[in-house]
T-cell receptor, first 113, second 113 residues
Framework: GENVEQHPSTLSVQEGDSAVIKCTYS??????FPWYKQELGKRPQLIID?????GEKKDQRIAVTLNKTAKHFSLHITETQPEDSAVYFC????????????FGKGTRLHILP | ETGVTQTPRHLVMGMTNKKSLKCEQH?????MYWYKQSAKKPLELMFV???????ENNSVPSRFSPECPNSSHLFLHLHTLQPEDSALYLC????????????FGPGTRLTVL
C-alpha cells in the first residue's frame, strides 16, 4: 500500500528565513497531495494542495513543488513569521484507493525570534 | 468553524466502560473519516465511510466500532479499551473520492484509566 515519508520531524528557522519540508510517496497512482497545518490545540487545516498534472503551485508565501518521476513533493514557506509555528502534515491520495488518504508523520516547525 | 463538530470534547473512561464518540458535518460531504492522533502516530487513519458504506478499516482492533447512519453523522463506539488507546480522536469529512480537502472536527481527547 501507499507509504508517505516526511522529513524533517522537527525544524527550527530564524524569523524571516525560509523553511522547506519534504515528503516522498511510494504509490505511483497517487495524484493528490495536500498539506495541512495544525497549530497547538487546534484541528488540522488545509493550507495548500497540488494535483499530479501540475509541477508547482504558489499561494503568497507558501509554495508546493511536485516531482512525479522521483515521487517526492515539498512545501516551501518564505519570509517565515511567528504564526507559521505549527505542525505540518503532507499527504497523498488517489481516486483508486477508495477515499483513503495517507498522511506523513508531521514536521514541527519552530520560528525563532 | 469548519462545519464539523464532535462531542464530547473530553472523555475519561475506565477499561470496562462503554462510550460513544459523535461526529456531525453540515458540509454536504459524502465521505467521513476517523483518525487517531497520538505522539507515536500523529495522524493514523482508522475508518473511512463513503456514501455511508465502510470502505476502509485499517486493521483497527474490534474494541473500536464505527457507525455511519447517514452521510451527516458518524459514531465511534468504544468498549473494553486499553490505556494505550488514550489519544485525540479526530473526525473529518470530505467529498467522495478522497482527492479533495478534508475538513476536521476539533477532536475528542480520550483518556482511558
Amino acid at each position: 500500500g501507499e507509504n508517505v515519508e516526511q522529513h524533517p520531524s522537527t525544524l527550527s528557522v530564524q524569523e524571516g528565513d525560509s523553511a522547506v519540508i519534504k515528503c516522498t510517496y511510494s504509490d505511483s497512482a497517487s495524484n493528490y497531495f495536500p498539506w495541512y497545518k495544525q497549530e497547538l490545540g487546534k484541528r488540522p487545516q488545509l493550507i495548500i494542495d497540488i494535483r499530479s498534472n501540475v509541477g508547482e503551485k504558489k499561494d503568497q508565501r507558501i509554495a508546493v513543488t511536485l516531482n512525479k518521476t522521483a515521487k517526492h513533493f515539498s512545501l516551501h514557506i518564505t519570509e517565515t513569521q511567528p504564526e507559521d509555528s505549527a505542525v505540518y502534515f503532507c499527504a497523498a491520495s488517489s481516486m483508486n484507493r477508495d477515499d483513503k488518504i495517507i498522511f506523513g508523520k508531521g514536521t514541527r516547525l519552530h520560528i525563532l525570534p | 468553524e469548519t462545519g464539523v463538530t464532535q462531542t464530547p470534547r473530553h472523555l475519561v473512561m475506565g477499561m470496562t466502560n462503554k462510550k460513544s464518540l459523535k461526529c456531525e458535518q453540515h458540509l454536504g460531504h459524502n465521505a467521513m473519516y476517523w483518525y487517531k492522533q497520538s505522539a507515536k502516530k500523529p495522524l493514523e487513519l482508522m475508518f473511512v465511510y463513503s456514501l455511508e458504506e465502510r470502505v476502509e478499516n485499517n486493521s483497527v482492533p474490534s474494541r473500536f466500532s464505527p457507525e455511519c447512519p447517514n452521510s451527516s453523522h458518524l459514531f465511534l463506539h468504544l468498549h473494553t479499551l486499553q490505556p494505550e488507546d488514550s489519544a485525540l480522536y479526530l473526525c473529518a469529512s470530505g467529498a467522495q473520492g478522497g482527492v479533495s480537502e478534508q475538513f476536521f472536527g476539533p477532536g475528542t481527547r480520550l483518556t482511558v484509566l
